[in-house]
């Protein structure tokens, strides 16, 4: 009988209605019934695409004896952690301070009163690595619980009160100067992997955020180490295994530190970051790889991601099915049927299975060209396919059959599970990548693949308020409000997709976003909360400024809310930039990974940002030409406004007109604007300064 899950729109969450554990939703009534009964609360947070998220709920969650034992002892709660981020955020920190690390699952154990007091992440159903099981953990908390209320409920005080005096003690009154940047370059340089490209040893991760703003500061300072970063790691990603060599996308990070054996989940938001990343590395550089790798993760997101609504879904999960050699599923521990599930399965290959689908021949010239060997670089013999050999030239035609029936015979395997939620800021990182990646390589699809996930947003996450859900599934909005980073994020694509469209009203859409944000996020001091003031009150209110997987919600705000001054003149929105950007100046030299959009925000100040204002009839191919020109521009931050003479949609074209009866641009900076011109070269040089 299904739990009280099956009534949620959260996917992850569905994955869990028919577990005999009597799962409750994140709700008031939730710890009601907890007071009710006497019980501490079991909060088990994850995600749809978590590997060790679903190994612990099929271990643990599956099983019945253990289901009783929680149900009798125990209120417990499901919640999915990309749609109530606000919950798993104020945990993870409790976590992590008690713990020193986090991850997920995570598990915490709570007062009604919503205290936590016990905390984990992923339990065995038995001892094993050191850790203890999970039944083990249950007996403990339950045993101290009805043993030692008191000294449970002093240590939950005691953490809580921990938790709310933390405060930011890092916001400082101005925002970072050539100085604070160039430190965080240094720092940067520290920690690069001048071998094997990115930051750091392994588990290693995609740094998008981290790339944006090396471009950026090359740009301004003409720093070569800059730019070799940037273009070393993001061609060793391509090469390596965290890229789907067959199907486009990246996966979410690699396990080693050479970018060979990926965590196979792939997440929208990574490959929305990393499609803007290297379309950026393409329109400085004129890489064909860039370019390459921008349009296939374009068309994977595509593909794979894009739901019949219109929007984004969140993610594709690691596992998947293991297919025998016809292509069918292979059952648990039998040759046929549906069951068994393994990280990978549709993605890595075999040299056996390369014969069996290109022939010994080609076979052998597929294995050479992806790296693919007898001993393997995964699990049981398979290997991940990349591209390890940079010298040998290779005939293009045959590469691209052999990745064309390859994919093919992928395509029937059992395919890895799809979230489909909607998650607004994730999309909004996905129409600012798209809407830019359309307009560098004349792709006017990925366009409208913009367009139409924007017009998702407002009609279905966005009233009339500036008010956004976090999430939808199926057209229909979730219950959850909007953070932070939604209102951002969702800005920022509104703000580059009127930036390609010439379509005024996504600036309107992203000022009523942005109102709300100075009015119900920011403190009076320019600090950011990552919750609303009206939103659901919990232990603390969460407030985080550092990049992570994604910008910040603060940093990703910092940037939303300078393009709209820019676009706008407003200088309440510049002067709440400036005040943002404070925490850059402290964290930005001493931790330059963590708060990198924050960089890349802060180098766009620095320029300006610059504006463009092209003026002329739409369709018009001098007008064409001026608006291409602007958008191929490497300034930081650069905005650019495409309107019809007259045109008073965005108050960066009011009062611009024809020079001579010609389309003309106006470049502005700093409150200063150069005189129009018609010439695109020049408008070019003039960017180039």
Known sequence: MPNRLAHETSPYLLQHADNPVDWWPWSPEAFAEARRRGVPVLLSVGYSSCHWCHVMAHESFEDEPTAAYLNEHFVSVKVDREERPDVDAVYMEAVQA???????????????????????????????????????????????????????????????????????????????????????????????????????????????????????????????????????????????????????????????????????????????????????????????????????????????????????????????????????????????????????????????????????????????????????????????????????????????????????????????????????????????????????????????????????????????????????????????????????????????LSAVTGEGVWVDFAGLLLGTVLDHFTAPDGALFDTADDAEALIRRPQDPTDNATPSGWTAAAGALLSYAAYTGSARHREAAEKALGVVTALGPKAPRFISWGLAVAEALLDGPREVAVVGPADHPATLRLHRTALLSTAPGLVVAVGEPGSEEVPLLVGRTLLDARPAAYVCRDFTCDAPTADPEALAGRLGD
Request: charged content about 25%.
């Open 98 to 496: 008690a713990t020193g690390h986090g991850g997920w699952p995570m598990t915490v154990f709570l007062t009604p009163d919503a205290e936590p007091f016990y905390f984990g992440t992923y339990f065995p159903p038995a001892p094993r690595h050191g850790m203890p099981g999970f039944r083990q953990v249950l007996e403990g908390v339950r045993a101290a619980w009805s043993d030692r209320r008191d000294e449970v409920g002093q240590v939950a005080g005691r953490i809580v009160r921990d938790l709310s005096e933390r405060s930011l003690a890092v916001h400082t009154a101005r925002p970072p100067g050539p100085e604070e940047l160039h430190a965080a370059l240094l720092g940067l340089t520290r920690d690069f992997d001048a071998t094997r490209g990115g930051f750091g040893g392994a588990p290693k991760f995609p740094p998008s955020m981290t790339m944006e703003f090396l471009l950026r500061h090359h740009v301004r300072t003409g720093s070569e180490a800059a730019l070799e970063m940037a273009s070393a790691t993001c061609e060793a990603m391509a090469r390596g295994g965290i890229y789907d060599q067959l199907g486009g996308g990246f996966a979410r990070y690699a396990v080693d530190a050479t970018w060979t054996v990926p965590h196979f989940e792939k997440m929208l938001y990574d490959n929305a970051l990393l499609c803007r990343a290297y379309a950026h590395l393409w329109r400085a550089t004129g890489s064909e790889l860039a370019r390459r790798v921008a349009l296939e993760t374009a068309d994977f997101m595509i593909r794979e991601l894009r739901t019949v609504q219109g929007g984004f879904a969140s993610a594709l999960d690691a596992d998947s099915g293991v297919a025998d050699e016809w292509g069918h599923p292979q059952a648990e521990g039998s040759g046929g049927g549906s069951g068994r599930h393994t990280e990978g399965a549709y993605y890595v290959w075999t040299p056996e299975q390369l014969r069996e689908v290109l022939g010994e021949e080609d076979a052998a010239l597929a294995a050479e060209y992806f790296g693919v060997t007898e001993k393997g670089t995964f699990e049981e013999g398979a290997s991940v396919l990349q591209l390890p050999d940079t010298e040998r030239l290779w005939e293009a035609a045959k590469v691209a059959s052999l990745r064309e029936r390859l994919l093919a015979a992928r395509d029937r395997r059992p395919r890895p599970g799809r979230d489909d939620k909607i998650v607004a800021a994730w999309n909004g990182l996905a129409i600012a990548a798209l809407a830019e990646t359309g307009a560098y390589f004349d792709r006017p699809d990925l366009i409208q693949a913009a367009t139409d996930a924007a017009d998702l947003i407002v009609r279905v996450h966005m009233d009339w308020h500036g008010r956004l859900a976090r999430t939808s599934l199926d057209g229909t909005a979730g219950t959850h409000s909007g953070v932070l980073e939604d209102y951002a994020d969702v800005a920022e694509g509104f703000l580059a």
